[in-house]
Nanobody, 120 residues
């Protein structure tokens, strides 16, 4: 069974940086996506990386500030967050889908989430 475990969340000041990690039980050809959910808001897809060529996609609000990457040797997917803003606060989840980058549809597995809080 595919398992994902996120870490790296915490409290960061506005304009600061944070790196989230998602350790995966096996990388295979899965595409991996980062989602976030703030209290009272719907879950939002933030970034994803495809299973084979490593093609990346980002929601407009994080383009130029966030970078998703994966390290197959470490079985880890990263989300580098720079110039964070209060609206970036929320619980961040890692999810795996079959091959193609996606923010909707079926996901094979989800992590438990890691909380990011950005102070003004």
């Amino acid at each position: 069974q595919l398992q994902l475990v996120e870490s790296g969340g915490g409290l960061v000041q506005q304009g600061g940086s944070l790196r989230l990690s998602c350790v995966v039980s096996r990388m295979g050809y899965y595409a991996f996506s980062w989602f976030r959910q703030a209290p009272g808001k719907e879950r939002e897809g933030v970034a994803c990386v495809s299973g084979s060529h490593g093609t990346t996609e980002y929601v407009d609000s994080v383009k130029g500030r966030f970078t998703i990457s994966k390290d197959k040797a470490m079985n880890t997917v990263y989300l580098e967050m720079t110039n964070v803003q209060p609206e970036d606060s929320g619980t961040y989840y890692c999810a795996a889908a079959d091959y193609y980058c996606a923010f909707e549809g079926h996901f094979e597995a989800w992590g438990q989430g890691t909380l990011v809080t950005v102070s003004p």
